[in-house]
């Protein structure tokens, strides 16, 4: 028992160095204001999103220091989407509603609005947000004038995770706790090798020239999830991607329902840990490191176990303080990373065909998409 402590110790302390590590590293990043003359196209595609189009296109309108464009795909909606985009750009000249063609064979949905937004831009830069994300005045143009700063020419960040229900407080804050405990972003700084690409397709900011010479969401078509497909895309055209800190750049409330967010984070699931030869590494790391401590506390209280389990609540604390994240996110943890390695098993022993994967409403076969 003492050595199976011994190894829970280990895989409970990775996460715990590196979130000390990579949150010092990102508590040091400065963000400064866009240069003169930068456009920052703020490009949000929309499918069936009445109840959060409006506060999205108004946060964005209210970005400082910048100028900014403000285009809405809209992509199929059925509800009042192109009605409330359409009376807000009545009244502000820099807002634009496009309507997304139909579907090209080959191609996922929200990928292909966002390359259709792409494609009718202005500005130096392209900030994609998703319509659930309120952007804060200031954030079009520190993370613009980071890229030009830096030389990264995409550069990404975590909004805030706002998370109210029981069911997001089981999903969500895994986001943060992979990418703080698991990335290490002195290497992803260091290096253009695109294993350490990482993003949040949430809140992307991309130089144009490098947008386009790398093939933006064309090159992706056939992916689901375009934050990390488009930081390895940059990365293997010779282009630097960063991630800063994305607390108080923006905010985001992904789902409201346990089901939402359970399809939601399945969806993306097979671009991401549920593969054959990852799954069953990522279930170690974090089944170790995070729920068979506390599972074993209370019939073997040995003081591996016990630092184990406390190291795990401290990397849980520390990253849900650092990103201000709802601190009940902290009582749940072991839960959380149960939930998570369950959506992940799901959808690998869906893959041949099984199940479906898609976009706010429009289907496709998993075995679709790469």
């Not at 949000?44 to 795909?73: F, G, H, K, Q, Y």
């Not at 966002?114 to 079009?140: I, K, M, N, W």
């Not at 149960?338 to 098993?345: D, E, G, H, V, Y």
Request: charged share 15%.
């Amino acid at each position: 028992m003492m050595v199976i402590g011994l190894i829970l110790l280990a895989l409970a302390a990775l996460p715990a160095v590196l979130s000390t590590i990579n949150l010092t590293v990102l508590g040091r990043t400065p963000l400064r204001p866009a240069r003169e003359g930068t456009l920052v196209s703020i490009l949000i595609p929309a499918r069936n999103e009445a109840a959060n189009i409006r506060p999205a296109v108004e946060a964005a309108l209210a970005s400082r220091d910048v100028a900014v464009e403000v285009l809405v795909m809209d992509d199929g909606s059925t509800d009042g989407t192109a009605d409330i985009v359409r009376s807000i750009a009545s009244r502000d000249a820099r807002v634009r509603l496009l309507n997304a063609p139909p579907l090209t064979d080959g191609w996922t949905g929200k990928i292909h609005a966002c390359h259709h937004l792409s494609e009718h831009a202005r500005g130096t830069h392209f900030l994609f947000v998703d319509a659930d994300v309120r952007l804060s005045p200031q954030a079009a143009s520190l993370l613009a004038g980071h890229a030009q700063e830096t030389g990264a020419r995409l550069v990404s960040a975590v909004p805030r995770q706002i998370m109210k229900t029981p069911g997001e407080l089981l999903t969500i804050p895994m986001i943060n706790l992979l990418l703080l405990g698991y990335l290490p972003m002195g290497f992803m700084r260091a290096s253009l090798h695109p294993g350490f690409g990482a993003a949040c397709g949430q809140l992307m900011l991309m130089e144009r020239e490098a947008y386009r010479a790398s093939g933006g969401h064309a090159a992706i078509r056939s992916f689901i999830h375009d934050g990390i497909q488009l930081a390895r895309l940059f990365r293997h055209h010779g282009f630097m991607t960063d991630l800063v800190p994305g607390e108080r750049l923006a905010s985001c409330r992904m789902y409201t329902r346990f089901t939402d967010a359970w399809n939601g984070f399945a969806k993306n699931a097979h671009e991401g840990m549920a593969k054959p030869v990852a799954l069953p590494i990522w279930t170690a790391l974090l089944l170790g490191g995070h729920v068979l401590p506390f599972a074993l506390l209370p019939i073997a209280p040995i003081w591996p176990v016990v630092w184990a389990a406390s190291l795990s609540l401290a990397t849980r604390a520390m990253v849900s303080i650092a990103t201000r994240e709802n601190p009940l996110s902290i009582l749940v943890h072991p839960l959380t990373v149960l939930t998570s390695l369950a959506i992940q098993w799901g959808v690998l022993l869906r893959i041949g065909g099984i199940g479906q994967t898609g976009w706010k409403g429009r289907c496709y076969p998993v075995g679709a998409t790469r």
